[in-house]
């Protein structure tokens, strides 16, 4: 079913004092798709991010994943469940191993977090996971490379690993673009529109080129508000979004 | 520069060969120092768990070496009284068995540090810090204010307690005894360290979000390793107390805590057998600085100032060439 | 129990409190100000006493060994920012405690070295010895009423200082980001260092004023100082507010449940077993309290999440 709703996010509202993060936010995550949130800076993205990841709790509204409400449920439990995140700012084990971090990622989906006498990095079935997903991701050959000694792109490559092993079912992601060179960029877009089919993304991107390229759909968040949502045609031709953001890129 | 697996057969290789030697030349003072040394090695290997592994820079050990010390006293002051510890609703004797008395240790250290580190862990950084030095005063100040075994003055035990097989008062027998102790707990620890709850565990020291965002509960994950730390810890505080046939609040004082503390700092943060160098280089320097002066502490804290600024990584971290974080 | 007597406890709850409340300001605002926790705080307050104590003596004048204590409690505060403490400020928690732990051994032993094991005595100054008569008939003493009056004008000191002078905008700035500070144009060592040796002076005149109350003597600093961490863990750290609030919520706890505990325990207990677990229960009070924060608000009465 191509139109599922993966995540299906309802009339969220999060205020800090007087500032309105996120008004009444709605929005969907459907099978195969990408779809890329953009919006000027202070627009509330990453605060509508952590709501959805669990890392925040909203003041209203509600969360569904794979149809259930998820709401209630911590950051672990909602990853736990099958949402695979990646981070702005690369978020890993840096003293860690690449092949580390991937188990890392393999324990904590199996849930044997509390597995106390087995050596992890002997373990065939952890192993199998994480080094299918550094397979994926093109870093099987950096498996025993310290992660802090990692370039930025390859860092960002591990985040998307990482994530995989969660075998999830929708992906958030947090830039992964930024600080990319013009290479990576492309190299990550090829990956991003392949690896849609397997789990749909919700992408955040500030690469507007990146965003045209890669997103089925887009939705424009301005002051906390979701002004419009649309294919690349129509979010190009609306007028609010020219004026509120595309406008102000164009002249700056 | 050696790997660490050889300085570890080192300093266990020393530990062991300081007290034959001992034997050999009839010293057995220095037998006992060695033994001193073991057990507080262990209670530096309990909290070197939680806070080289963890990251968790508990200042409250004490509470648990203190509780560990009290089960021997208790139990072992009702045997030798021969009066019961309660008799309603069922009958608890004391007892002179170590092996009962480490399991009580053990138990009841446990169940303390799951109270403590259930509260503590709600926070972090230097708040979990001034937390579990607090809780730890608190048990201290209890131990003073109840008068039923001892308060202040502590508890003698007269007779040193039981083992199978074993003379416990023949000096290197009971070394023996803290020494093979010693060897479990690291073999233990080692496999906990290796596991994916070590993996995870360390993890989330390096990368707290991270460890979340793959689905890892960081709170239940750091509440284990903090329970399983303290019960090491008690287990250590029974044996000390078995050693110097004495408890007392002393065992509770943030004193306590902070010199568990120096023993892993002196011999290295997150490494295995740190903590077993750390508290024999402790006990050597006691021995040596204290027979040189009264203020030894005066030297003691020009040592430790010196290592925390300028040898991070301790005596393991000087002679091995594998790096480890340091703790936070 | 009287009311009178327990007005008296309720006064030296406040007295407790105000004490602790010099201390844990000093704390919070270096922890808030360089993200520093300082062990060592609670030698500052034991410098204090001894300076107080030895500059008493050698003048006669209480006032002279007060002043002596400020002195040396910010002159040695000083000194081991400039020495130590500077060093430690771009390190992490488990590196600041160690550090400021070896301090600790250091002073403790150094001023045992110097005035040996013995407690010395400060008396409290003739004017102000005996007791007052406050409304209602109540007497109370002299010595203990000016201690709160002190302290509250120390807090109200700070937080004029906080809110009002240039120094407290730079001291708010410094909290808030430590760039912006370098921004404004300030020497932020030389800030940093005058806000330790304000801190460290705030312990010293603490420990001086504590004692003419208790004696003086090697270890007086350690117990306050981890009473003064239950203060900033309940208040929040980094608020000179919460450190207040949380400085009177503890000293009266304490004081009253010292009093008050075995009282109660005593309608339903034999007067023995009360005393004894009336007391043992008293001394835990505090952390209990501590313990109940947590549960509710980790982040202190008024510590921001």
């Known amino acids: ?252 | ?328 | 129990m009287s009311i009178i007597l327990l007005i008296e406890q309720i006064l030296n709850g406040l007295q407790f409190g105000v004490m602790l409340f010099l201390m844990a300001a000093g704390l919070t605002l270096i922890f808030g100000v360089m993200g520093l926790i300082n062990l060592a705080h609670g030698s500052l307050y034991m410098i204090g006493a001894f300076a107080a104590a030895a500059g008493a003596a050698a003048t006669g004048s209480f006032v002279l060994g007060l002043i002596a204590a400020l002195m040396a409690a910010a002159l040695f505060g000083a000194l081991i920012e400039l020495t130590v403490i500077r060093r430690l400020y771009a390190r992490d928690h488990l590196d600041q405690v160690l550090a400021t732990f070896a301090l600790i051994l250091i002073f403790s032993e150094a001023t045992r070295w110097v005035f040996g094991s013995f407690p010395l005595f400060l008396d409290t100054p003739d004017f102000l010895s005996g007791t007052v008569t406050l409304p209602g008939g109540i007497l109370y003493s002299k010595y203990r009423l000016a201690i709160i009056l002190i302290g509250l004008a120390v807090a109200v000191g700070l937080f004029l200082l906080i809110s009002k002078t240039r120094v407290g905008m730079r001291i708010r700035a410094g909290e808030n980001d430590r760039e912006m500070i370098g921004a404004l144009g300030v020497d932020i060592s030389v800030l940093y260092t005058m806000v330790f040796a304000l801190g460290a002076a705030l312990a010293g005149l603490s420990g001086a004023l504590v004692g003419a109350i208790q004696s003086v003597e090697v270890g007086m600093g350690e117990p306050v100082l981890i009473l003064a961490f239950v203060v900033i863990v309940i208040g929040g750290i980094g608020s000179i507010k919460g450190a207040l609030a949380g400085a009177i919520l503890v000293g009266l706890t304490d004081t009253l449940g010292r009093t008050l505990l075995p009282v109660l325990f005593a309608s339903f207990m034999e007067p023995s077993a009360a005393t004894s677990v009336g007391s043992a229960l008293a001394s835990m009070l505090i952390y209990i309290l501590m313990a109940g924060v947590l549960l509710f608000k980790p982040t202190g009465l008024f510590g921001s999440a």
């Open chain 2, 1 to 328: 520069m050696l790997p660490e697996r050889m300085i570890n057969l080192l300093i266990l290789g020393l530990l062991l060969a300081v007290p034959l030697v001992a034997l050999a030349m009839d010293e057995p003072f220095i037998i006992t120092l060695a033994t001193k040394a073991a057990v507080l090695a262990v209670a530096g290997v309990g909290l070197n768990l939680a806070l080289g592994q963890g990251g968790l820079v508990s200042f409250g050990h004490a509470a648990y070496f203190g509780v560990g010390g009290y089960a021997m006293g208790i139990l072992a002051s009702h045997a030798q009284s021969y009066t019961p510890i309660m008799e309603v609703p069922f009958l608890i004797e004391g007892t002179k068995s170590m092996l009962v008395i480490w399991l009580v240790a053990i138990v009841a250290s446990a169940l303390v540090a799951l109270l403590v580190g259930a509260l503590s862990l709600r926070t972090s950084g230097v708040y979990f810090i001034m937390v579990t030095l607090a809780f730890g005063q608190m048990l201290y100040y209890f131990a003073i204010s109840w008068p039923a075994y001892g308060g202040e003055d502590g508890l003698s035990i007269y007779v040193r307690n039981g083992f199978p097989g074993l003379n416990t008062l023949d000096p290197i027998q009971f070394f023996g005894l803290c020494f093979a102790v010693l060897l479990i707990v690291l073999f233990v620890v080692n496999l906990l360290n290796k596991s994916p709850f070590g993996l995870a565990l360390n993890g989330a020291h390096q990368n707290e979000e991270r460890a979340r965002t793959v689905g890892i509960n960081v709170y239940r994950l750091r509440l284990t390793a903090f329970v399983i730390s303290g019960a090491i810890t008690g287990l250590a505080g029974a044996l000390f107390a078995d050693l110097n046939r004495f408890v007392s609040p002393t065992m509770f004082s943030w004193h306590t805590s902070g010199e568990i503390m120096v023993f892993i700092i002196l011999g290295g943060v997150a490494r295995l057998c740190g903590p077993v160098a750390g508290a024999a280089v402790y006990i050597l320097l006691e021995h040596v600085l204290g027979g040189l002066s009264e203020y030894w502490h005066i030297y003691l804290g020009a040592i430790l100032l010196f290592v925390v600024l300028f040898a991070k990584g301790g005596l393991v971290g000087g002679l091995s060439r594998r790096e480890v974080r340091h703790a936070g």
């Open chain 1, 1 to 252: 079913m191509p139109d599922e709703v993966i995540l299906d996010v309802r009339d969220l509202h999060k205020s800090f004092g007087a500032l309105k993060a996120s008004d009444g936010i709605s929005l969907d995550l459907r099978a195969g798709e990408i779809h890329a949130l953009i919006g000027p800076n202070g627009a509330g993205k990453s605060t509508l991010i952590k709501q959805i990841a669990g890392g925040l709790k909203p003041d209203r509204g509600a969360v569904h994943f794979m149809g259930r409400d998820v709401s209630a449920l911590s950051v672990a439990q909602r990853a736990q469940a099958g949402l695979g995140r990646t981070f702005q700012i690369s978020a890993l084990a840096m003293e860690y191993t690449v092949m580390e971090n991937a188990v890392l990622g393999a324990i904590g989906q199996s849930g044997r977090t509390f597995g106390f006498f087995r050596p992890a990095m002997k373990d065939r079935a952890l192993l199998d996971i994480a080094g299918a997903a550094l397979e994926r991701v093109g870093l099987a050959d950096h498996a025993s490379t310290v992660t802090s000694e990692l370039s930025h792109g390859q860092r960002r490559q591990l985040e998307v690993a990482v994530a995989l092993t969660l075998a999830p079912r929708a992906f958030l992601m947090d830039e992964p673009m930024a600080g990319m060179g013009a290479e990576g960029s492309r190299e990550l877009t090829g990956f991003l529109r392949e690896l849609k089919h397997q789990a749909p993304i919700l992408l955040v991107e500030h690469d507007m080129d990146a965003v045209f390229a890669l997103a089925d759909r887009i939705s424009v968040l301005v002051y906390g508000k979701i002004i419009a949502t649309g294919s690349v045609d129509e979010i190009r031709s609306n007028a609010d979004v020219k004026t509120a953001y595309l406008g102000e890129e164009d002249a700056a």
